[in-house]
């Protein structure tokens, strides 16, 4: 991956979700499951966020085919065709969106939600493994357990270089403590 690629991939992963603006707040805090129809009304998000990100590149005078616009419309198709919004299959969905989709489940079972309490990251790592070749590319799932098994020694290599003392919890909740700050 060149950095230019590294770059794109990296405001692409942070705009993925741009299209939620135009949904009803009352949607996304929901705490109770969704309706049917307000499913639909959320899945709209990936069409609303290629919108948001196409008027952006035009008002920018860019060239409109990044990886932004193909994360945008495809973090939620699956690896076996069961996703949204155009359930496409295997290689046809966009590498970085592939990529980011397996991210995206992460964050968003670790994560506090309105409807959830958050998992520990042993629970969405084992979560994501059993999606393997069903919602997530087999590849991407890989690479993602590398860098789960990765991260503590990563963190401690960071922390000798800072002289910054490293603590890892790597039981439930997978935490990183740098001089007492929870990372």
Not at 9 to 17: R, V
Not at 66 to 72: K, L, Q
């Amino acid at each position: 991956m060149t950095r230019n690629e590294s770059r794109d991939w990296t405001m692409a992963a942070l705009t993925h979700d741009i299209g939620k603006l135009d949904l009803p707040a009352q949607l996304l805090n929901k705490a109770d499951a969704l309706t049917g129809e307000e499913r639909t009304i959320v899945e709209r998000h990936c069409i609303a966020g290629v919108k948001r990100l196409l008027a952006q590149a035009r008002a920018d005078g860019q060239d409109t085919a990044t990886a932004a616009i193909a994360v945008a419309l495809s973090h939620h198709e699956w690896w076996n065709g069961a996703g949204y919004p155009f359930g496409l299959v295997g290689t046809a969905i966009p590498r970085c969106a592939r990529v980011v989709a397996v991210a995206d489940v992460v964050d968003a079972l670790t994560s506090i939600r309105p409807y959830k309490a958050a998992w520990s990251l042993e629970a969405a790592l084992e979560e994501i493994s059993a999606k393997r070749g069903l919602q997530f590319d087999p590849d991407c799932v890989d690479a993602m357990l590398e860098v789960a098994v990765a991260l503590p020694h990563y963190w401690r290599s960071l922390a000798q270089t800072w002289g910054l003392q490293f603590t890892a919890e790597l039981g439930h909740g997978a935490t990183v403590i740098l001089n007492d700050v929870r990372c």
